[in-house]
C-alpha cells in the first residue's frame, strides 16, 4: 500500500494536468494535490504498470526505494537554490586531467547518445531553471563532462554518450572517470523504456561490473511507449540485473523527463545516496 494515499487530502484535486503545467509543478506539495492515481504515477511510476504484472512476478524488487512524502520535501529543499544554497554550472572537462578536484560526494549520468541524460537532468533542476542544461534531438549532443553543483551537498555530472561519436568520447573521457573518480558515490546508467536493452547498453553495464562501484539503472523515456512494451523491456532488464550483475541496485528507476514521472522520487533517492538527507524510515535502503 503506498503511504501516499493515506495523506491525500479528499476534494483537493487539480484536474487539468496538461504536459505543460506538470513539467511546471515546481512544490510537491502541489503534485500531491493531484487525485491520488495521478500522483501516484508522478511519484512512483512502476505503481502504473503494476497492475498489469501477473500475480507471480515479484514485486518487492520495484520498490525497495519507497520514500515517505516528507523525505521527497527534504530532498526538493536540496534541488532549490539559495543564497547559501547555490545550484549551478560549474564547469566542462574534456579529458579527466580537466576535471575539477571537487570533495564533494559526486554522482553521474551515463548511457547511450540521445538516451535523455541531459533532458533528466534538466527536469531534475526544474526548481533551478536558471541553471542551463543542453538538450537536443541529435545524437551526440553533449561532448564534455558537464559538472553541476548542488551547493556543497553534491555535484551532478552530465557525461557524453556512447554510440555516437564512441568509442573515442567515451572511452578517452568517460571510462577514466569512472575508474579512478575517488568523490563518485554513484553511476546512473540509462537505458530508452521505449527500445528496452541494447547491446552498446550491455557492454556499459559490463564495465560498471568491472568498476565495482554501485550503480543503478534509470529506464527513460517511458511516456513514449505502451505499458506492454514498457513491461516486456523492464522485466528483461529486471532479469539481467538479476543474473547478470553484482554491483547494481536492484530497483530500477523509471522516468519520463517530458511527463514529470519519477522525478522526485530519482531527487530524493539521488539526496539520500550523497548524505544530502536522512530518511524518515531508516528500514530504506
Ligand atoms: N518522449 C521523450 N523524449 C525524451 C525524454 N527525455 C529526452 N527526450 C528526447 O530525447 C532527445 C535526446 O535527449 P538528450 O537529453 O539530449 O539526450 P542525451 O542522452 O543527453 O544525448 P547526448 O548528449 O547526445 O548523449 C531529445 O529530443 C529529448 O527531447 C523523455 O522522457 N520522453
Ligand atoms: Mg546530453
Not at 561519436?165 to 540509462?190: G, H, I, Q, S, W
Not at 554501485?214 to 529506464?219: I, Q, S, T, W
Request: glycine fraction near 4%; proline fraction near 6%.
Amino acid at each position: 500500500m503506498f503511504r501516499l494515499r493515506l495523506r491525500l487530502q479528499p476534494g483537493t484535486h487539480v484536474y487539468a494536468v496538461s504536459r505543460r503545467s506538470v513539467h511546471k509543478l515546481a512544490s510537491l506539495q502541489k503534485a500531491t494535490m493531484l487525485p491520488p492515481k495521478k500522483a501516484q504515477s508522478l511519484l512512483y511510476p512502476f505503481s502504473e504498470l503494476e497492475a498489469y504484472l501477473d500475480r507471480s512476478v515479484d514485486r518487492t524488487q520495484f520498490k525497495l526505494f519507497h520514500p515517505s512524502v516528507e523525505d521527497m520535501v527534504k530532498a526538493e529543499k536540496l534541488f532549490s537554490s539559495s543564497p547559501s544554497h547555490k545550484i549551478d554550472y560549474y564547469v566542462s572537462a574534456e579529458r579527466m586531467e580537466h576535471a575539477p578536484a571537487l570533495k564533494q560526494p559526486e554522482v553521474c549520468f551515463i548511457g547511450r547518445s540521445n538516451v535523455g541524460k541531459s533532458s533528466l537532468i534538466k527536469a531534475l533542476f526544474s526548481l533551478t531553471p536558471e541553471v542551463e542544461v543542453r538538450v537536443s534531438k541529435t545524437p551526440g549532443h553533449t561532448k564534455k563532462m558537464n559538472f553541476f553543483r548542488v551547493g556543497r551537498a553534491f555535484t551532478i555530472v552530465d557525461m557524453p554518450g556512447y554510440g555516437h561519436r564512441a568509442p573515442k568520447d567515451f572511452v578517452d573521457m568517460v571510462e577514466p572517470y569512472l575508474f579512478t573518480r575517488k568523490n563518485l558515490v554513484r553511476t546512473f546508467l540509462l537505458v530508452d523504456g521505449s527500445v528496452g536493452l541494447q547491446k552498446a547498453d550491455l557492454i556499459a553495464l559490463e564495465m560498471c561490473e568491472e568498476i565495482r562501484s554501485p550503480y543503478v539503472m534509470v529506464v527513460t523515456k517511458t511516456d513514449k511507449c505502451g505499458h506492454g512494451t514498457l513491461l516486456t523491456n523492464l522485466l528483461n532488464l529486471q532479469d539481467v540485473v538479476k543474473t547478470q550483475t553484482a554491483s547494481c541496485f536492484p530497483q530500477p528507476f523509471l522516468v519520463s523527463s517530458l511527463q514529470f514521472w519519477g522525478i522526485y522520487l530519482l531527487r530524493c533517492f539521488i539526496a539520500h545516496v550523497t548524505g544530502g538527507i536522512r530518511l524518515t524510515d531508516t528500514s530504506q535502503s
